[in-house]
């Protein structure tokens, strides 16, 4: 979006005409509805982006619910926006270490900045695009305690504030398709104008949960959240907004509920035992904090081989942090074998989990050649060392 279609859509006849398109569905129905518009006499610009921002509204409502009824976005801002329910938890954090001005810096759309100023919170949301300001301050309009401001955060006067909210921008700048940057020397702002930031206030820091844990500062509390089994950030925190002795947590939000494993650094893993009747992957939040161990302990499972994500037990374990999989057989892992296992079994459905091995799921299913109305899941890995496929059941669809 450039800032010739912001303009045209933010004027009364662009927000009327948004506002009066019909759920945009699967879109099978666009090019009907630009004949309609356009025989209306709307410009073909004006079609354009309002089709785009229907668009884009539906593809949000996974992450803001019924607020992105009444929202504006670009392709990259949505993409790198935070979910609702987790910005009400990053802006509880400030709330409950009573702080009441949070600069939001690298805001984007704004959702950090709308979960802040729900709770009634002095919120200065700065963002260093400037189409993006405009949308974030349209998004914030209905909020009368937050001010969006187009500008760098590292030219934002932070006397204004007591907390601060980061979110580095982490691919590359536009409003459509971006990529991903993998050098954190190339955030904007910086890591390290972050954590400088970070001494003197209580700061969050949202940050992809793939980061290089060895930038991790010793003073942080790294948390990192899983939202309906999709791992989606590494939150840092800092000062007040941290929590007493954590220093690893992991967050699982699934289904309108809420489960936390917390520790004071690392755990070191469980250990290994032989493969029982079950066997269990770890959510990726509990992987990524290396909570790993803990997990087992408190649930009796062992870990399947040194080093690898897999826990087993022979008793079923029931955890938020765990999917579960039931063991039908398991033999070296062959790959012809492998081929007739699944043709006797009659399995032409196969979920291909691996870990610990080297192969392409996608390749191996097709030379697989699968025929059958079965269906299993199918788990390469290490056990005991040695190369292994497992054939299993999810236990969800046992249940079902």
């Known amino acids: 979006m450039d800032k010739g279609d912001l303009v045209e859509l933010l ?42 921002q229907a668009r ?36 509880r954090r400030f709330r409950d270490a009573a702080v009441h001005r949070v600069a939001d810096l690298g805001c984007g759309l704004g959702g950090d900045a ?16 400037e189409v993006t300001a405009v949308l974030a301050s349209y998004n914030l309009a209905p909020f009368p305690n937050a001010t969006v401001e187009h500008g760098r955060a590292e ?31 190339s955030y904007s702002p910086s890591l390290d104008f972050a954590f400088d930031r970070a001494r003197d206030r209580p700061t969050g820091v949202k940050l992809g ?11 942080a509390e790294a948390q990192w959240v899983s939202v309906d089994g999709q791992l989606v950030e590494m939150g840092l925190w800092f000062g007040a907004v941290a ?14 509920t809420a489960a936390e494993l917390v520790a004071g650094a690392d755990s070191e893993d469980a250990d290994v035992r032989p493969l029982g009747e079950y066997v269990y992957e770890p959510d990726g939040a509990v992987i990524r904090s290396r909570l790993i161990g803990d997990l087992a302990r408190s649930t009796g499972a062992g870990m399947l081989s040194e080093g690898i994500a897999w826990l087993t037990s022979d008793q079923p374990v029931r955890s938020p942090f765990l999917r579960g999989f039931r063991v039908r057989e398991t033999m070296p892992f062959d790959e012809a074998k492998l081929r007739r296992l699944l043709r006797d079994r ?55």
């Open 11 to 52: 004027s009364p006849d662009g927000l009327r005409l948004l506002d009066s398109l019909p759920d945009y569905g699967d879109g099978k129905d666009a090019l009907s509805t630009v004949t309609k518009l356009r025989a209306l006499g709307h410009s073909p610009g004006l079609v354009a982006t309002v089709l785009t």
């Open 56 to 91: 884009l509204r539906a593809r949000a409502v996974p992450k803001f619910g019924a607020f992105a009824a009444r929202m504006l976005f670009t392709e990259a801002g949505l993409e790198q926006a935070t979910r609702l329910p987790v910005a009400a938890l990053h802006a």
């Open 243 to 256: 929590r007493p002795g954590v220093r690893r947590a992991a967050l699982v939000l699934a289904g309108g």
């Open 114 to 129: 709308m979960a802040l100023a729900a709770l009634d919170l002095d919120v200065l949301a700065v963002d260093a695009d």
């Open 155 to 185: 030219d934002v006067d932070l006397s204004r504030v007591d907390g601060l909210y980061l979110d580095p921008a982490r691919r590359t700048s536009g409003h459509g398709q971006t990529a991903r940057l993998t050098d954190p020397n």
């Open 346 to 400: 009659g399995i032409g459905t196969l979920e291909i989990k691996k870990r610990g091995i080297d192969l392409d799921p996608a390749a191996l299913r097709k030379r697989l050649a699968l025929k059958g109305t079965a269906s299993a899941t199918l788990i390469a890995t290490r056990v005991a060392g040695r190369h292994t496929a497992i054939l299993a059941d999810r236990l969800d669809a046992l249940a079902g």
């Open 209 to 219: 949960p793939g980061l290089d844990r060895d930038l991790i500062p010793a003073d």
